[in-house]
Structures are given as C-alpha cells and as structure tokens.
C-alpha cells in the first residue's frame, strides 16, 4: 500500500494499524511501511501531543534490512526531543 493510502488509515483509525502498515517501535514512536518504485519504504513519525490525532514525520528512509536500523530510530528520537522544547 502506498504512503498517502495508510497515512489515510492512520487518520481514520490511529497509529496501531499492525503490520503490515504500521509498527511501534516504543518511545512514543511508530513506523509507516509503504511501497514505492524504488523499494519498501518507511517513515519514522509520533503524535503531536496526546490530544490530536496530528502525527509529525521526524525521519523517512529507503528499507535495507528487515530490521530498522538503530541510527535511524536514533535520528527520529533526538527530533523528537527537540519538538519537546
């Protein structure tokens, strides 16, 4: 499914769609997993406060390994930290 589609999901339902489309990844933060021509790819996002459904994309990469690589959720934690101040 492509990004615009499950971004429409997650409006419609919140964030624990389960995969395929979504994942918790903890901290307060959740994965997208959407196909694209040039691979799987996902995003990295969180909500805006506890009392919107507003989400805020802190980072988005091409998938290389099963796994999401630690940088990646290490880049999107110090976002969020910083939307915090």
């Known amino acids: 499914m492509d990004f615009i589609k499950i971004v429409g999901l997650i409006e419609k339902y919140g964030a624990n769609l389960g995969k395929p489309h979504t994942q918790y990844l903890g901290s307060k933060l959740f994965e997208i997993r959407a196909k694209g021509r040039e691979g799987i790819g996902r995003s990295i996002f969180c909500?805006?406060?506890?009392?919107?459904?507003?989400?805020?994309?802190?980072?988005?990469?091409?998938?290389?390994t099963q796994k999401t690589p630690k940088q990646e959720i290490t880049i999107a934690l110090k976002r969020q930290k910083e939307l915090e101040k």
């Open 47 to 64: 909500y805006e406060d506890n009392k919107t459904k507003e989400i805020i994309i802190l980072r988005s990469f091409i998938k290389k």
